[in-house]
């Protein structure tokens, strides 16, 4: 995927989803909290392969994914559209080693 980055002035970032799992970690600490009174988010964890190498942890809450379904359920041709796109073959990204 491409990212593009607003810190970075045009700079145009290729990225890949390297995990998402659910989880009950506090977004601002990225600790378990005490007491477990954190609601469960969606942490999708990006890496960002070029121009630079970074780890960007986003945290689906629930209202966020209900948005996201909403849209796409508003607009068939999306779904439709997302579809095909999952049976294309799209270019696939090759690690650099960054030493």
């Known amino acids: ?8 002035g045009k700079t145009l970032l290729k990225a890949k989803v390297s995990n998402i799992q659910a989880t009950n970690i ?5 600790t378990q909290p005490e ?7 969606l942490l ?16 689906v809450e629930p209202p966020d994914l209900k948005d996201i379904i909403k ?12 579809l095909r796109f999952l049976v294309s073959k799209g270019v696939r990204f090759e690690q650099k080693d960054h030493k």
Not at 26 to 30: C, K, N, W
Not at 44 to 59: D, G, K, N, S
């Open 44 to 59: 999708m964890q990006m890496e960002i392969l070029e121009p630079v190498h970074w780890t960007v942890r986003a945290f």
């Open 35 to 41: 007491g477990n009174n954190e609601p469960t988010r």
């Open 1 to 8: 995927m491409y990212l593009r980055s607003t810190g970075l």
């Open 71 to 82: 849209i796409l359920l508003k607009n068939p041709a999306i779904i439709l559209w997302g």
């Open 26 to 30: 506090v977004p601002m600490t990225l």
